[in-house]
């Protein structure tokens, strides 16, 4: 790959994860601030600058986004008297999961993550992706969408973290707040580095892990980086459904311009404005689908990167990441991971949520509704936090998709499942579309069952064919043929990293 192949796509991938940091949900009306008690045995946070390392190599563009219209005066769910095109399906849209809220205890029952030893030396770049609720005309705003990608530039892995906007922990120089009022204080109250400082810090302190760099990104923005790409396709396993305006040119503000909208399941094309609204309405789910969503839309933009030929909309996309992006990373930071760009693949993204169990609901002294770290959160950041030898192995495998059911786009599905999984995976035609059951082939001379037993819980399949077929010349180590046997609809977050 030559120097200036390089250049264009470390540059589109830092566009692209700077303009998906997205979406805050659609803010409410009626919001009224809650007023905090004074936690009992509150400690102190001691003010502090950590020592960020300056990595040798710069990262990816991170990004964030100005706060979505409001959908109605006084409620977070319309009721419009149009009606829908698209067919509601809400029994079929992904069940929001519930939470039991505790009753109000002592502060000192608060279970205080362990702060992981902070990463310090240069085998990852570590970026913020943020999304606000602050409109262009804005002075104060929350960040209500948080994203840690960590990228291990010379192998070729990332992990993303979804955060909460609700996780409760300790701001320095604020004591126990909820993260998304990080920023706010920060640029309030005079912090080093403003908002951002204060979010690096804070992420340093309860999380371990050092932030390079941050990036903001507004709505307009991201929807134009989309469009400028031609839209993206987006393999969506399980059918959601959520409120939409009718246009975005209506007026948001009036119910009736809103109707219930259904995407999926299949790949879905979008342009700007309807993969802003699937990456960042929740309405009809919650925070925690809403991450797992926009991750969905991060990592089909990324593989679109890493396989596209995007020569001619450089110049434009750089255009609209400098003018619509809030970051401190700059050209020559996108120029030092231009050599590394090579290393990636479809099937380097790790995906972490933080979710129950890894949080419990609370009420606040105060009443308000927050999420408290649990124990179990050490061992998920943990694991994201390090580089994946197991992920490495899984990489070198690939997996040949074909699309043997008489349902469109399977095999986009099915290799974003495996995706998810680890494993690198390559779409072709299938020879007819009449396969009742899925079948698995396997080209390797080792024949391990174990392996192809793995492939096939991955797909969560337990009707499929196995084909013993070794081929030393194969160029791929299995093809998996769908058929109309397979069930799309997975969670991401079950699937082993």
Not at 108 to 122: K, S, V
Not at 262 to 281: C, E, F, I, K, N
Not at 420 to 428: C, H, Q, S
Request: charged fraction near 15%; hydrophobic fraction near 40%.
């Amino acid at each position: 790959m030559t120097s200036d192949r390089r250049f264009v796509l470390s540059t589109l991938l830092g566009v692209l994860l700077a303009a998906c940091a997205a979406p805050a949900a659609p803010p409410e009306i009626s919001f009224a601030p809650f007023e905090l008690a004074k936690p009992v045995n509150n400690p102190t946070a001691t003010p502090f600058q950590p020592s960020l390392a300056t990595p040798t190599f710069p990262p990816l563009v991170s990004a964030d986004a100005n706060s979505a219209p409001p959908l109605s005066a006084g409620s977070d769910t319309p009721s419009p008297t149009v009606t829908p095109q698209t067919t509601p399906n809400e029994t079929a849209a992904i069940d929001p999961l519930s939470l039991t809220q505790a009753a109000p205890t002592a502060q000192a029952e608060i279970i205080h993550p362990t702060a992981l030893p902070p990463l310090t030396n240069n085998e990852t770049i570590n970026f913020l992706l943020i999304g606000s609720d602050r409109r262009p005309t804005g002075t104060s705003h929350r960040t209500d969408t948080l994203l840690i990608a960590m990228v291990w530039y010379r192998e070729g892995q990332v992990s993303l973290i979804s955060i909460p906007r609700d996780l409760w922990i300790e701001i320095p120089t604020v004591g126990m707040q909820r993260i998304n009022t990080a920023y706010q204080n920060g640029e309030s109250g005079g912090y080093p580095g403003g908002g951002m400082g204060l979010l690096k810090d804070t992420i340093l302190q309860n999380f371990g892990i050092r932030i390079d760099y941050t990036a903001m990104v507004e709505f307009d923005g991201f929807r134009r980086v989309v469009d400028t790409l031609g839209g993206i396709d987006v393999p969506i396993a399980c059918p959601y459904t959520d409120w939409r305006l009718i246009s975005p040119n209506l007026d948001p503000n009036d119910e009736n311009n809103w109707w219930l909208y259904t995407v999926g399941p299949g790949q879905v094309h979008m342009d700007g404005d309807l993969a802003l609204w699937y990456a960042r309405s929740r309405s009809k789910s919650n925070d925690f689908d809403r991450g797992r969503r926009q991750q969905e839309v991060i990592r089909t933009l990324f593989q679109k990167a890493i396989q596209t030929d995007t020569f001619s909309k450089i110049p434009q996309l750089y255009n609209d990441f400098s003018s619509a992006v809030l970051t401190d990373m700059g050209l020559g930071d996108m120029l030092g991971l231009a050599p590394y760009a090579v290393n990636f693949t479809n099937a380097n993204i790790r995906s972490y949520y933080i979710r129950p169990p890894y949080v419990q609901s609370w009420i606040t002294p105060g009443g308000a509704s927050v999420l408290l770290p649990q124990e179990s959160l050490n061992q998920l950041l943990a694991e994201a936090t390090a580089f994946s030898t197991f992920a490495a192995v899984r990489e070198s495998i690939t997996i040949e998709v074909q699309n043997g059911s008489p349902f469109e786009t399977m095999e986009s599905l099915v290799a974003s499942r495996l995706n998810y999984a680890g494993f690198e995976t390559m779409t072709t035609a299938a020879d007819n579309r009449n396969y009742a059951n899925t079948v698995l082939v396997d080209f390797t001379a080792g024949q391990d069952p174990a392996q192809q037993q793995t492939i096939l819980n991955v797909l969560g399949t337990y009707s499929a064919n196995i084909l013993s077929l070794p081929d030393p010349n194969s160029t791929v180590q299995y093809r998996l043929i769908i058929g109309a046997d397979y069930e799309t609809c997975f969670k991401p977050e079950e699937l082993a990293h």
